[in-house]
């Protein structure tokens, strides 16, 4: 069975630009939640959707966005990138809201 | 902001040995999960525990979740190298997210 799947896994930006990052879920999962890891340091929660309804929001700018698609998949979007946004963008999927299976993540450089 | 404190936070120590990695918090959480992060990777799932008091086993690693629910403790026996890596706690407040610790980033000598 296939994992969560991420892409790009890769990616570099420039400030001000605009990303989207997707997140293709476990099958049978319709959880989805978003975590931003700086080097370092843990995950830091930034959405979760569960049933294509936003469940949760962490503590991050309007910049941040997302959404979770009929098929459960989901994108993330960040607007007017800093170079602080650059950090590890993992996703996780899950049968439920407590269930957390990660994928690989995209590593996101903003130049 | 719930916040979990994982100790210590840097762990380097000879193939053989035995060590504990803990995560504390001042909040109660429904449950706990352990994942251990390669560089590069997504944390993958090591085990989650959900009644005070639990002890899980999973080969070398046993999880311990407090009696209060808001703490958690990994002890790895006879560690190898295969075990290096980052280890995170993270706790389940209601089941709408997910609080990570600091990690524990553990390097096994051959």
């Known amino acids: 069975d296939a994992g969560v799947t991420q892409s790009p896994t890769h990616l570099i930006k420039t400030r001000g630009q605009h990303v989207t990052l997707r997140c293709s879920p476990i099958?049978?999962?319709?959880?989805v939640s978003w975590y931003q890891q700086v080097l370092g340091q843990g995950p830091q929660f930034i959405f979760q959707y569960y049933e294509k309804e936003e469940r949760g929001r962490g503590n991050f700018p309007d910049r941040f966005s997302a959404r979770q698609f009929p098929n459960y998949s989901s994108e993330l979007n960040v607007n007017a990138l800093l170079l602080g946004d650059s950090a590890l963008y993992l996703c996780?999927?899950?049968?439920?809201?407590?269930?957390?299976?990660f994928g690989q993540g995209t590593r996101l450089t903003v130049v | 902001t719930q916040l979990l404190e994982q100790s210590p936070q840097f762990l380097s120590i000879q193939e053989g040995e035995n060590l504990t990695v803990y995560c504390n918090s001042s909040s109660v959480f429904s449950s706990l999960q352990w994942y251990r992060q390669e560089p590069g990777e997504g944390p993958v799932l090591l085990v989650t525990?959900?009644?005070?008091?639990e002890v899980k086993k999973l080969k070398r690693l046993t999880f311990q979740f407090g009696d209060a629910r808001k703490d958690s403790s990994l002890h790895i026996t006879a560690a190898q190298p295969g075990d290096t890596g980052l280890y995170l706690c993270a706790g389940d407040d209601t089941g709408n997210q997910f609080y990570f610790g600091t990690g524990t980033s553990l390097t096994v000598i051959p």
């Open positions: 525990v959900v009644t005070g008091g």
């Open positions: 099958s049978g999962h319709k959880s």
């Open positions: 996780a999927t899950g049968t439920s809201p407590a269930e957390a299976f």
